[in-house]
């Protein structure tokens, strides 16, 4: 079954950037519908970052807006999530979600999946 696999998180300083980056496992994503970012802290729920909607527009949390960016690159088949000015309350593990087509390169299969990441740990020092 094909995977998404996050990269780029890590430890930084308050004040400093990460981008982070979601790609397919054990198959590719030939297209994209939706997409979105995710993070879940310690103790807290899980909580929509960004998120683009099949034909809509993106819309992110208002903790967020302003510093951090969703992005995909088609040619890739990767999608990002530019995060500027971190901030200690960023601190958590991030999840990527990709709804599309993909073709499952073990199974031999292409269908429509809505795909989550395993997530990785973005931590912010003060």
């Known amino acids: 079954q094909v995977q998404l696999v996050e990269s780029g998180g890590g430890l930084v300083r308050a004040g400093e950037s990460l981008r982070l980056s979601c790609a397919a496992s054990?198959?590719?994503?030939?297209?994209?519908?939706?997409m979105g970012w995710y993070r879940q802290a310690p103790g807290k729920l899980r909580e929509l970052v960004a998120q683009?909607?099949?034909?809509?527009?993106?819309n992110y949390a208002d903790s967020v807006k302003g510093r951090f960016t969703i992005s995909k690159d088609n040619n890739k088949n990767m999608v990002y999530l530019q995060m500027n000015d971190l901030k200690p309350e960023d601190t958590a593990v991030y999840y990527c979600n990709v709804a599309g087509y993909y073709s499952d390169h073990v199974r031999s299969i292409e269908s429509y999946e809505d795909v989550w990441g395993q997530g990785i740990l973005v931590t912010v020092s003060s």
């Open positions: 054990g198959g590719t994503i030939f297209k994209i519908n939706a």
């Open positions: 683009t909607p099949a034909g809509g527009q993106t």
